[in-house]
């Protein structure tokens, strides 16, 4: 059943004597659905596209779009980047500069799916209609915006109806309001029946935005795979963690365990976490990492601590740690303060609860954790 069709890469590429692509990931095509690739630059997450597209060899690997096999280095098995149902996004865009809207859009539609001219011209504009510039089917290249070009390149991706649809950075260097109107169309597009888009980017906040399934990939290494939720709640590895941008990674080592309730020796203290039903290896003794975000902190006067004002009146939590204020930085929306109570922790506040707490650098202040909101990973230092 087609439902079961799955996409299935498996990939080894040495880039330079100490820098190798080492990937292996399976994914389902039905239903539809968007996976981002998320990593620092030069992790190796353009050279894993453009190998999927066929415009980079492995040295070894496999490639497998359902029952179709694109890439088997063993077998001598290589089609050819026009020959794989794949739509492709660069970075740069790539417009041919002598060519208009509707020609860039249309270009190669005639042979590679063997259709008359004017077929291929009602396919162009048909995909041109769906970004939402149509009327731009006369224009050059070099009269549009950066968030036009952009849509030329997507529709152009789009028109031979690909299974797969691969973006690179595709929101990169655009205006809020047309990464905002880009980011829903792509959406659209990827929520497509039996098509598997793939997108890579190093903004978290366009992940979380848009994508099911999340890659997170360093120096060459698919660290971890899986739905965002997962991924971004449980990281597998303190790596992944610092990847993703969780702030607060503070080692320990675990004293009892009693009916799921974790108590570990830290460098801010004793810490009480829930134990996850995912670790069942977590036991006595064990080195831990307790990982948790900044958000998750909340703060109040070291007084407050009985329940007076500003403190800690219908807030029930295991873990409070007293420490000294090192900085805040002010951003839009939100603050972050750093506190030191042992290591430095970072909190991040609204404008009004900072206010609110007259707080400032060099002041004592209470970090309070709730225990579930702690995410235990085995470490082995």
């Keep these: 059943m087609e439902e079961k069709k799955s996409f299935y890469l498996k990939i080894e590429k040495d880039l330079s004597q100490d820098f190798r692509v080492e990937i292996e990931l399976t994914l389902p ?68 500069p002598h060519l208009k809207v509707e020609d860039n859009v249309g270009y190669g539609l005639k042979n590679q799916l063997k259709l008359t001219q004017t077929e291929a011209r009602d396919k162009a504009r048909q995909a ?90 360093d120096h060459g290494k698919l660290l971890q795979l899986g739905e965002l939720r997962e991924v971004f709640m449980q990281p597998a590895t303190v790596e992944v963690a610092k990847i993703i941008g969780i702030e607060n990674i503070v080692p320990g080592e675990i004293l009892d365990i009693t009916n799921g309730n974790v108590r570990m020796k830290t460098p801010i203290g004793l810490v009480e976490a829930v134990l996850k039903e995912n670790m069942g290896k977590i036991m006595s003794g064990k080195k831990v990492f307790c990982v948790f975000r900044a958000e998750d902190l909340s703060l109040c006067k070291p007084d407050g601590v009985s329940g007076s004002a500003g403190g800690l009146h219908g807030f029930s939590v295991r873990n409070r740690f007293i420490g000294t204020i090192k900085k805040i930085k002010i951003n839009e929306g939100f603050a972050q303060v750093f506190i030191d109570c042992g290591m430095v922790l970072t909190a991040l506040i609204s404008h009004n609860a900072l206010f609110e707490l007259k707080i400032r650098e060099g002041d004592s202040v209470c970090s309070l954790l709730k225990a579930g909101g702690i995410h235990l990973i085995e470490r082995d230092f």
């Design 128 to 217: 041109l209609r769906k970004v939402g510039i149509e009327h731009l089917a006369s224009r050059w290249p070099q009269t549009l915006s950066g968030g036009e070009r952009r849509r030329v390149a997507l529709a152009r991706a789009i028109a031979r109806e690909p299974k797969l649809l691969l973006l690179d950075e595709p929101l990169n260097g655009l205006d809020f309001k047309s990464k905002e109107f880009l980011r829903q169309l792509i959406e659209e597009i990827a929520s497509e029946n039996g098509r598997l888009t793939v997108l890579i980017s190093h903004e978290k906040t366009e992940i979380i935005q848009m994508a099911r399934f999340v890659g997170i990939i």
């Design 29 to 96: 095509l039905f239903p539809a659905s968007l996976i981002a690739i998320f990593g620092p630059s030069g992790s190796g997450k353009s050279t894993l596209l453009r190998c999927i597209a066929g415009l980079d060899i492995p040295d070894h690997g496999i490639i497998k779009v359902g029952e179709e096999l694109w890439l088997d280095t063993e077998k001598k098995i290589n089609v050819p980047p026009y020959k794989r149902s794949i739509g492709y996004v660069v970075q740069e865009d790539a417009l041919f």
